[in-house]
């Protein structure tokens, strides 16, 4: 490997058990990223921060990642089809759980595919097949909040379930984590296509604020500022994702990061995984 940076080459051996000066692979793992971080661009800040988290996924636990109980979207057993139809399109999600009078008695989940396949075309319309929603609900997990994510995630694939709910020692309903927020933990936020960026949201002075998932184009197309970095190597296209990759890690709140053409972006909020909104300096405009 004598062709490749330093850099490359400690990563080899940590990764083959040759790098005898570190305690363990991780801690070599760990030096190496931040090394590279001093002295090489051969991992990108993305990249680094990719790996950091995937060096403490196994520290999260469930009560970390979990939705809480009060931003759970279920259905009751009770509920018609088409009521069941009237939550899918409110939630935008292809899982719910279900439960029986209350959220502390959960009894499984259903999934948006089954009750499609309800429907049978009529002339110029389609009806759904009369039947319950126990017809449909398929199984849910279960796991204590002091569970880890990675041991969950385990449990998912061997099960081809990718809903849990998280139960309290009480046996209440405590929170939900889906296959996505466990793997949200290394890779970041993902977004789908119902995942809608907010537009800025106010003026502020002399800068705006604006949800950190807008789209840098978006943000060109309303304010007239380009934010892109020209000499980057890296593809770059949300707010969040051009201050993590300005920083090379993800900020905390209330931190502010410079941008090589002078604007200012300050952290108005963000968690371990991700920014999420951010006050956006403007310079001012040339005469």
Known sequence: MSEHPPILKRLYHALTGQDASSASIRE??????????????????QERVMLGNLLRFGDPRLSDVMVPRAEIIAADESFSLDELVQVFREAQHSRL??????????TGL????????????????????PSTIAQLRRPILFAPPSMRALDLLLKMQQTHTHLALVIDEYG??????SIEDIIEEIVGDIADEHDEADVIVKQDGDGVIADARMDLDDFKAQTGHDLEVVDSEQDIDSLGGLVTSLLGRVPQRGEIVAHPNGYEFQVLEADPRRVRRLRVKLPPKPE
Request: hydrophobic share 35%.
């Open 110 to 129: 259903v999934h948006v595919k089954d009750v499609l396949a309800r429907l049978n075309a009529e002339e110029d319309c389609y009806r759904l097949t």
């Open 28 to 45: 070599s793992l760990e030096e190496v990223i931040e090394e590279s971080e001093r002295e090489s661009p051969a991992i990108s800040a």
């Open 172 to 177: 209440g309903t405590d929170g939900l984590v």
């Open 97 to 106: 759980p279900v439960y029986r009078g209350t959220l502390d008695d959960p």
